[in-house]
């Protein structure tokens, strides 16, 4: 039997209140992304890139269609249901890295291990730290660490639990190309090293290039 999508969208459109009239966001998307792909979805400013990953997260909800995450209809979970799916499965990478600056660099990446109630928690998080080439920086908090290491520490967070999916909105868009080049080769080797799906929105033409597959947004469709 065939394995279900790990993201799946049918005939989903996402449509926003505004003072002039309802906005729509997203329209008609038809979509599947099996388990270890890595996807890039690209387009222009405002074509809806960032609201397909919110979407696919369960983070913002459907106006309309059907979304599938994990094999499981995100219709009508509450929102401590979807957190639960979400717990050491999906992991998050953003643009502008949302660490906790009252942690330390080990700390942040612990932190949601620790919510899951992993006795390792730390530990774990030493041996990421290592993969991603900032032991020594484990006990500076985020303030002490240039943006390419905040980022760094980001993707260790992201992945330290081994989840099914990361959802990367932007993940080198602050970073100059040296450092962006570096957080990027990170995310791609961990991913394919953990059989991680890899769905990630960007700007930028030669990260794009680097996934088997790339998806065009225009206008709230797929291009």
Known sequence: MKPSPLVEFDKVSLTLPAITGPVHILKDINLKIPAGQSVAITG??????????SVAAGLERASTGV??????????KSEDALARLRRGRIGFVFQSFHLLANMTAQENIAAPLEIMGRADALGLAAKILAKVGLEA????YPAQLSGGEKQRVAVARALVAQPKIIFADEPTGNLDSRAGGLVADLLFELCADQGTTLVLVTHDGPLAARAARQII???GRLA
């Open 44 to 53: 222009p400013s405002g074509s809806g890139k960032t609201s397909l990953i």
């Open 137 to 140: 920086r484990a006990a500076h």
């Open 217 to 219: 947004m225009r206008d």
């Open 67 to 76: 979304v599938s995450l994990l094999g499981v209809g995100l219709a009508g």
